[in-house]
């Protein structure tokens, strides 16, 4: 059974695509912003993705270019933007197809069937990321500086892929809490603060002064490339 990513901020929509989808024997998860898609993909990744661009935190746009850094899925956009450019756009961030709102269930149907048919490539493997003078290679976990290794502890590794993946990005503690530590665990700020403290003393040039893993008070976390 095939798993189906559907990400829209319309809840008649999202009620709508994920009966007809269900009903045709795909394993349907739903998502209303691009934040919970990326979260969501991480965890488990899909087989295919059918994403809006209008959503509310993210770009579409944005959101095609974080699932292409890390997965092969397919992409179809189901947008009201109906512009070539737009479509050009989407097409060259990544997606694999374009339909417009509205839309016939049959024709959105056969695209999702083309696109599953496709051979998959495998994921692409994270290409080594520098922090400063220190080359981070998440796929082999292994942290190299001027100096030589760098031990990271596991709970800074999961931290620090968190903000990598999202380079320039805001990534909001609560999220980092959440997906580190659990739910109950989304208001305790505290254990960010001694972390990142611990990752400036390992990574950044001047921990006093980052360049690199920059804090956003009262907010959450940003990587800056």
Do not use: C
């Not at 809006?52 to 935190?57: H, R, S, T």
């Not at 450019?85 to 990544?94: H, P, Q, S």
């Not at 502890?153 to 990598?164: D, F, M, N, S």
């Amino acid at each position: 059974m095939s798993e189906i990513l559907v990400v829209d901020d319309e809840p008649a929509l999202l009620r709508t695509l994920r009966i007809n989808l269900s009903a045709r024997q795909y394993a349907v998860r739903t998502a209303a912003t691009g934040g919970e898609a990326l979260d969501r993909a991480a965890h488990t990744a899909p087989d295919a993705v059918l994403l809006d661009l209008g959503l509310p935190d993210l770009d579409g746009m944005e959101v095609i270019r974080g699932l292409r850094s890390r997965s092969a899925v397919p992409i179809i956009v189901l947008s009201g933007r109906s512009g070539g450019v737009d479509k050009v756009n989407a097409l060259d961030a990544g997606a694999d197809d374009y339909l417009t709102k509205p839309f016939l269930m049959e024709e959105l149907l056969a695209r999702l069937r083309v696109v599953l048919r496709r051979p998959r490539a495998g994921p692409p493997g994270p290409v080594p990321v520098l922090v400063g003078d220190h080359t981070v290679d998440l796929a082999a976990t292994t942290v190299t500086g001027p100096d030589g290794p760098v031990r990271l502890t596991p709970t800074e590794w999961r931290i620090l892929a968190l903000l990598l993946a999202s380079p320039g990005r805001l990534v909001p503690g609560r999220r980092i809490l959440r997906e580190v530590w659990g739910p109950d665990r989304e208001l305790r700020g505290n254990y960010l603060r001694v972390y990142l403290a611990g990752l400036r003393r390992k990574l950044e040039r001047d921990p006093a002064r980052p360049r690199h893993l920059i804090t956003e008070p009262g907010i959450g976390y940003r990587y800056e490339p």
